[in-house]
């Protein structure tokens, strides 16, 4: 199948005929499989199957358990939970063992006289609090072998919660770039690179909600305060066809629900900020919140700097995550979150302050025990200000915003055991003011980058359908649009990347429009309970970028959409796998290999002026990209012995017409080899050691060849991009977590965690600048730069 | 303008606070790549009747620290479509070339430098290299203040001025200062310059558009000293090229862009680089005053 990009007008009718024929050929493949999809009593010929549901929820706090399974021994078939923690399963009437169980919690086994719907909402409680130890390790379902997705990884963040953190702060953004295929753009930033994409092109939601920048204080912390998030999944490839609009990843976090079974705390005590979450029910049982802050105090030594220049200044953030739910009745549950998270930086001549706002709003719905609905609406803003003072009476300030604003509807029909169809859609309206000053100053004419409109949406279809207990597919079909939306201005620029004319848009008119098909397949074979091979294809399409020609991320992000001169940026991405475990599942391994390769990549030309520049889309240069690479993974998921060990191979390459005389270049994140080690172990129920090693190869960069002089400065002169290598990377961190003693009816739980960020102090260059030397102009030097030599932090963490 | 500013500062803030450097050049020097030797034009004609100096190099080793090599017995011309004006090699001063002390620019036209007899790659074959600008016109700039603030956490001296910006023509200036006669932007990186987005067509009233710091002993101003400012209207490509300079400069950063060539105005631009500059320049002159050290 060909996919082209035109305008709608020409290929409308031929494309709709392409729809038309892929989903006809799914549901065909549906209808020929082995298995009968039909349950419904209106088929004679077909068995009556009665339906088992309900939700899976934690017995100390009533969070819903997200991907518990439920294991039918009799049949061998199984199903999961959903990220609402319902599940769905239809079987023939009878007597069943059913299985229910989620990796950390004691299983529960129970015999069900299925001759009737039965709903069944059950609570598992967690592995420390359950007595029996036996149940609770044997016989583990096993995930890495058995689901069919593959490129993903999900992390616990009692996992998280081990690895030693950077200032003593847990975050889940630092613990997912230690996942194999997932690298740190910059020491220390928040910003990362998945299997050769951009930064920009992962999909970050919390609740379901774009974020558009995670990170605080320049990225070295991120937005995700650990204490108010339930569940993170990282997809690298193999991207749901429920999501789309990023080539690269898809970060999907969860925030707690809240406590509905009781009162409770937690929250922390740092070096550098401090937490508290309040969590419980306000009718138990059935609404229950959750409200979590966190805020740095770094900024309240600052006056006892010796230098000037720290003293006078602001520097801070904080944020706020809260969660209401309110179940209404068995079939009706409705959810609110919100996060609010802000910097500020502010001295006596400038000041910046930036922020994410979300909002999510989602209602589930059963149409009945085997159709699960969610109907989301979203609400997403980031925004930043510059201030600085003109003289002393005015000054000037940059402000950003953007806005997205959505409504989502996802659909799950449980058919059988063996199939499970989801379908739903999406709309959101991308709002940017991409750059405007303002001033106070006399006379002063405001400036504006025209704001710009526009409007993303999307219908998908998909079934993960298995065909024999080891042979199964997961297949979907996205089908993606965009639209600019009036009011807005499109220059005309020429093959010499000159403007020549504009047109302006009415408010409200439909100017451009783009779509696509984006395929998404998976299969997996089993063959036997420890080994499996898994393969997948995806496409995706991404209509919206962000102009930042840095590798680090900044506050200061400038996003922009696909127009008419910008087509949207596409990857295909084809990845196998092998899968094994080895002493009962207690060691999980695996190998994937991926290729990917992208078009309509967008680099910048050189020293392109991104920000405030109204013809921004003249300094943007367009190519193809491919990235490739191998993923080993060894993981330890239970034990005293926790954590993993993985090698990535990766490259990534990008050939741009007007960049580097149009040879083939390094993308700036290239790192070819890459090692992960991520160990925890626990040393008594108190004491429990952690570490994190970690080795890349130095990132590609272009060193200059000669030097000029001009106006008596001297200046590099360079040959090729990309074609030298920073020293390679490699930090040790380490931390050590004490727990109070436990006591029966003791309500406070307190620990002690001490973090060495960097433990042998290896100056890792962060960049290399050539320079001009301070003292004899005439002599350059090159200067490697790095951050943070050796750092402890202590951090008291407290929960009741 | 200002803009840079803003992403300068606050981008080095954090890097300020956290970051240590190391030399790490010898561990360089050895791996780098060689390139190949380009042509360095570092050369201008004014609206002022004096000999013009068009300055001519061959590009170097990044780590060669020395001067870079004069590219001698040129023939270089500056020609405004109509007259040719020749350039003579400073015998004392290799590579440097001026023109006869009656030239004189006028602005509105366009010149053209054209350097030939040079093989300036050693093939053994002589190569012409031209460039063009035009010369923007500059308006008159009323008048020129200089007053003491406090700003970026120190004492300095901010020169601003009074002018009736053109309406009509998009202008970008860069601003020079001599004090005592004595010219303090002697390096490029040290002169100040602005587009007119903000005050196009606007009487531009008390614009700080000069920083001196009194800790560098020549700009330390004392009662009496003379300031003047030169205000010159330079061509948009020009004002492009001294933000690349700005950003090749100090060094790359991870917030900043991919590090890449300065952009010139000299053909052929794969065997050559700097730039060949046409300007108009207006004065104004200001006496220190002991008013200025009381204004905060």
């Not at chain 2, 063009?132 to 001296?157: E, G, W």
């Amino acid at each position: 199948m060909k996919f082209e990009f035109r305008t709608v007008s020409n290929i409308y009718q031929n494309r709709m005929k392409k729809i038309i024929n892929l989903l006809v050929c799914l549901f065909i493949i549906s209808l020929i499989s082995p298995q009968k999809i039909h349950a419904s009593g209106d088929d004679e010929n077909a068995p009556v199957k009665y339906t088992i549901s309900g939700y899976i929820k934690d017995g100390e706090n009533g969070e819903s358990l997200i991907g518990a399974t439920i294991f039918v021994k009799e049949l061998k078939v199984g199903t999961a939970a959903n990220i609402y923690g319902f599940y769905s399963i239809s079987l023939a009437p009878g007597t069943y063992t059913v299985e229910y169980s989620f990796l950390g919690y004691g299983k529960q086994i129970k015999k069900i006289v299925l001759a009737s719907n039965t709903a069944i909402t059950l609570e598992l409680m967690p592995e420390s609090k359950v007595m029996d130890e036996v149940t609770v390790t044997a016989d583990r379902p096993d995930m890495n072998v058995r689901k069919t997705e593959m490129s993903t990884a999900k992390m616990e963040m009692k996992t998280i919660k081990k690895i030693p953190a950077f200032m003593g702060e847990v975050d889940l953004i630092k613990a997912i770039q230690l996942l194999p295929g997932v690298q740190s753009a910059s020491e220390g930033t928040s910003a990362f690179n998945v299997r050769g994409g951009s930064s920009d092109q992962n999909l970050i939601l919390l609740d379901e909600s774009t974020v558009y920048n995670a990170s605080h204080l320049m990225g070295f912390f991120s937005v995700f305060n650990n204490d108010a998030i339930k569940d993170i999944k990282l997809y690298k490839g193999d991207i749901p066809a429920s999501n789309g609009g990023r080539l690269s990843s898809l970060l999907d976090v969860r925030m707690k629900d809240g406590n509905s079974k009781k009162f409770s705390g937690s929250g922390g005590i740092g070096t550098v900020a401090s937490r508290l979450t309040l969590e419980g029910p306000i009718i138990k049982d059935r609404t229950s919140f959750v409200v979590s802050g966190r805020r740095t105090y770094a900024d309240m030594f600052l006056p006892l700097a010796s230098e000037e220049a720290l003293r006078d200044n602001k520097l801070y953030f904080y944020d706020l995550n809260m969660k209401v739910n309110h179940r209404i009745n068995e079939n009706n549950r409705i959810f609110i979150s919100g996060f609010l998270g802000r910097d500020i930086f502010k001295n006596d001549f400038a000041g910046m302050e930036f922020g994410n706002q979300t909002f999510t709003a989602r209602w589930n719905h059963l149409f009945s025990q085997k159709l699960f609905s969610n109907i989301t609406a979203v609400a997403s803003r980031y925004n930043y200000a510059l201030t600085m003072q003109n003289n002393e009476t005015s000054s000037v300030t940059w402000k950003y915003n953007m806005g997205d604003i959505g409504l989502k509807g996802d659909f799950t029909y449980f058919i059988i055991p063996q199939l499970t169809t989801k379908f739903g859609f999406e709309t959101v309206k991308h709002t940017l003011h991409p750059g405007e000053i303002v001033s106070d100053i006399k006379n002063f004419i405001t400036f504006k980058v025209p704001d710009n409109y526009s409007l993303e949406s999307a219908v998908y279809i998909t079934n993960e359908h298995d065909v024999t207990p080891k042979l199964s597919f997961k297949y979907g079909l996205r089908y993606s649009w965009f639209n600019n939306i009036g009011e807005g201005t499109v220059y005309n620029i020429n093959s010499e990347f000159e403007t020549t004319d504009s047109v302006v848009y009415a408010k409200g008119k439909f100017y451009n429009r783009y779509g696509g098909f984006e395929p998404r397949l998976g299969m997996k074979y089993e063959f036997n309970n420890n080994t499996s091979v898994k393969a997948s294809y995806s496409r995706t399409i991404q209509y919206m970028q962000m102009a930042s020609n840095g590798t680090a991320g900044t506050p200061m992000d400038l996003w922009f959409t696909a127009s008419p001169n910008v087509k949207p940026q596409i990857a295909n991405q084809y990845a196998v796998g092998i899968f094994r475990d080895f002493a009962n599942h207690k060691l999980q391994t695996s190998v994937e290999v991926y290729y990917k390769e992208m078009d309509n990549v967008i680099d910048f030309k050189d020293h392109a002026n991104l920000y405030l520049n109204r013809k921004l889309e003249a300094e943007l240069r367009f190519g193809t990209g491919r990235a490739y690479g191998t993923e080993v993974l060894v993981q330890f998921p239970e034990g005293k012995l926790n954590g993993w060990v993985s090698y990535t191979y990766s490259r990534t390459e990008r050939k741009i017409a007007a960049i580097n005389n149009g040879k083939r270049y390094l993308a700036p994140y290239d790192k070819p080899h890459n090692v992960n080690i991520v160990l925890s172990y626990d040393l008594s129920k108190r004491l429990s050691i952690g570490s994190v090693w970690v080795y890349s190869t130095g990132a590609a960069a272009t060193f200059p060849s000669g030097r000029m002089v001009y106006g008596n400065v001297v200046l590099p002169v360079y040959t090729e991009r990309n074609t030298f290598r920073i020293a390679n990377y490699h930090r040790l961190d380490l931390s050590v977590t004490l727990k109070g003693k436990e006591k029966p009816g003791k309500l406070w739980q307190g620990e002690w965690n001490f973090s060495l960020y960097n433990a042998y102090s290896r100056k890792n260059t962060w960049v290399v600048k050539f320079v001009q030397d301070s003292d004899n102009p005439e002599k350059t030097i090159a200067q490697k730069v790095y951050l943070f030599p050796m750092i402890p932090s202590i951090t008291y963490n407290f929960k009741f | 303008m200002k803009k840079y500013s803003f992403l300068l500062y606050s981008a080095s803030f954090i890097l300020l606070t956290y970051s240590c450097t190391e030399d790490i050049t010898d561990e360089l020097a050895s791996s780098m790549d060689k390139g190949y030797p380009r042509l360095v034009v570092d050369g201008s004609i004014t609206s002022d009747t004096t000999a013009h100096l068009v300055r001519l190099a061959r590009t170097t080793d990044y780590f060669s620290n020395k001067p870079l090599e004069p590219i001698t017995n040129a023939k270089v011309t500056i020609s405004n479509g109509v007259v040719v004006y020749s350039l003579a090699e400073n015998p004392d001063k290799p590579g440097d070339y001026y023109t006869n002390p009656d030239v004189y620019g006028i602005p509105g036209n366009t010149y053209t430098l054209s350097v030939s007899n040079v093989d300036v790659d050693k093939n053994g074959e002589f190569e012409t290299y031209t460039a063009s600008s035009v010369m923007n016109k500059m308006a008159p700039v009323d008048s020129i203040s200089v007053v003491n603030v406090h700003k970026y956490f120190m004492d300095l001296y901010e020169i601003r001025f009074n002018a009736d910006e053109p309406g009509d023509t998009k202008d970008f200036y860069i601003f020079r200062v001599k004090k005592n006669g004595v010219l303090l932007t002697d390096t490029i990186t040290e002169m100040q310059f602005t587009d007119d987005q903000f005050f196009n067509g606007i009487y531009v009233e008390n614009q700080p558009v000069y920083n001196l710091f009194p800790d560098k002993t020549d700009e330390h101003l004392k009662i009496n000293d003379t300031i003047m400012l030169e205000t010159c209207a330079v061509p948009k490509e020009y004002y492009d090229f001294l933000i690349d300079i700005m950003l090749e400069s100090r060094g790359s950063d991870p917030f900043g862009g991919q590090p890449a060539n300065v952009r010139t105005n000299v053909e052929d631009k794969s065997k050559a680089t700097g730039y060949f500059l046409a300007y108009d320049i207006k004065r104004n002159m200001t006496i220190v005053s002991d008013t200025i050290k009381s204004k905060k």
